[in-house]
């Protein structure tokens, strides 16, 4: 029987419903289901009900039965290109997770296969990331999994930013971020890792990759890219933008193997999706050039707190927002950053210029971060958001949002105190600001 622990952080007595609902991200459903099992909920070994308190230190325990079974959806839209009396491929769409989880209890490939299959047990052989769509190979029964497991050879295609070589190999080990339960990292300590791609075709902003794993590692492809400078669009997690695309442009497009019931070789392919269509489509009219600001010109050891333009990409701005000098010494703390950060998307996203906002996120050191906006948003805009938006911080004292477990990974270290003041030096610097103290150049030559 699976199970989990949970550990009740909050000061103040809560009920378990709010706990697990508010606090940790249970679904209803998951919830309702639980409480039918015997022993699905348990503190410190005894059964406790929803409307029960709940205090901190507690640890919930919950258990989920039978692994087997998964609730079957018929109305999930999921295509299946192939299938036998041993094996049906899908062809998973972006946005739908292949297993279920906390938060996703009934919109998921096993939820799918249930209902197509309601007496057979859901065994995927290969795995795909929810927001990677293509093809899923499912196996009908145990044997079939035996058979098919390490036997199925992928291709995938990718949406990579830049423009890549027209063929290359990349070999470099990959562990898991030492701070992360989520990211992975390039590290001489890591597992080996190798990556062979071509590129299809070029439109001036993204190359297509045709890509073949030689090794199976986690998030593979997508460390692997970012590693040569050439993150997956929509890839934010590793250094892409969404500005095209609201998810990671990768695409598993065939798939090939021996039918395990059969015998006979199979290859079975995807279409690339519409959504990485739209961004590899080539037209020379459209083509947007990316102007790096020379921001290598200035000297960083005497840069100061501020604003700046460090890059436009098309129609993007990315503004380098810092709250401290660089190699100064001293800097914003991870918890204290990390406040900050999710406080300004909260803000930024629900002020009157949520549709220029692309993007708010780190810039991989801890003197501030990025916050990038379209063109159609004017320098001063920009430059009042980020006041407004410092000025809200500087007088928070509600829960911080989007602080679950899901959204964090394990970044949940929060110090709203110490971000309430390590935003007043750019607050007070902003006073006065104009776009033209917005070039680095600009505050080179002072």
Known sequence: ????????????????????????????????????????????????????????????????GDDSFLEPNPDLDVPAVYESDGVIVFN????MPVHPSIKHQGDTLGNKFAAMFPDLTFRAVNRLDRDTSGLCVVAKNALAANALQGRCEKVYYAAVTGEIPETGTIDAPIARERESIIIRCVREDGQRAVTHYRRIAYNGRYSLAEIHLETGRTHQIRVHFSYIGHPLAGDDLYGGTRCDIGRQALHCGQMSFTDPVTGEEVTVRAELPDDIKAIIKSDKQEEKKM?????????????????????????????????????????????????IEHLFATYARNSEFTDKIVYVGPMGCRTGFYFLTRDTMSKEDAIKLVKDAFEFISKYDEAIPGCTAEECGNYLEHDLESAKKDVLPLLKKLDGYTPEMLDYAWHADK
């Open 291 to 339: 102007e790096r600001i020379a921001s290598f010109s200035v000297d960083h050891t005497k840069f100061g707190v501020g604003m700046y333009i460090s890059r436009i990409d098309g129609d993007v701005i990315s503004y380098d927002v810092r709250m401290v000098k660089p190699n100064g010494g001293v800097y914003v703390s991870n918890p204290s950053l990390h406040t």
């Open 1 to 64: 029987m699976k199970e989990l622990k949970l550990t009740v952080e909050t000061d103040a007595p809560v009920t378990l419903q709010n706990f697990l609902i508010g606090e940790k991200g249970v679904s209803k459903r998951l919830l309702t289901k639980l409480k039918r099992i015997d022993g699905g909920i348990t503190r410190d070994g005894k059964t406790v009900r929803s409307i029960d308190t709940v205090n901190k230190g507690d640890v919930i325990v919950l258990r989920f």
């Open 92 to 95: 998973k769409p972006s946005g």
